[in-house]
């Protein structure tokens, strides 16, 4: 098992900056991706952004020049680093992580409970 803890959410004024983090702990073998999510009311969940083990990003389109995503593979963390927020970035952000229990293993994907980034004057 796998556990994320995500922090940093909060209330910002359009064009403020906000950074979020995320610790992965537990029975950890491997941790291949990992990445931020969001979801917006009425809305479904959407990646916003994710690295690799090897420092490969991706990044969607709206947040694009705007968020910067980070990775310490020795501490098991990942950061999203948002700036320029405006008021459609507000939602529930989630932490993954792609875990592989073992050698050979499949990955499974873990998921953080959610912290809310509300962007709003």
């Known amino acids: 098992q796998v556990q994320l803890v995500e922090s940093g959410g909060g209330l910002v004024q359009p064009g403020g900056s906000l950074r979020l983090s995320c610790v992965a702990s537990g029975s950890i073998f491997r941790i291949t991706a990992m990445g931020w999510s969001r979801q917006a009311p009425g809305k479904q969940r959407e990646l916003v952004a994710s690295?690799?083990?090897?420092?490969?990003?991706y990044y969607t389109d709206s947040v694009k020049g705007r968020f910067t995503i980070s990775r310490d593979n020795a501490k098991n963390t990942v950061d999203l680093q948002m700036n320029s927020l405006k008021p459609e970035d507000t939602a529930v952000y989630y932490c993954?992580?792609?875990?592989?229990?073992?050698?050979?293993?499949?990955?499974?994907?873990?998921w953080g409970q959610g912290t809310q980034v509300t962007v709003s004057s």
């Open positions: 993954n992580a792609d875990h592989r229990p073992g050698p050979g293993r499949p990955t499974y994907t873990y």
């Open positions: 690295v690799t083990s090897g420092s490969s990003t």
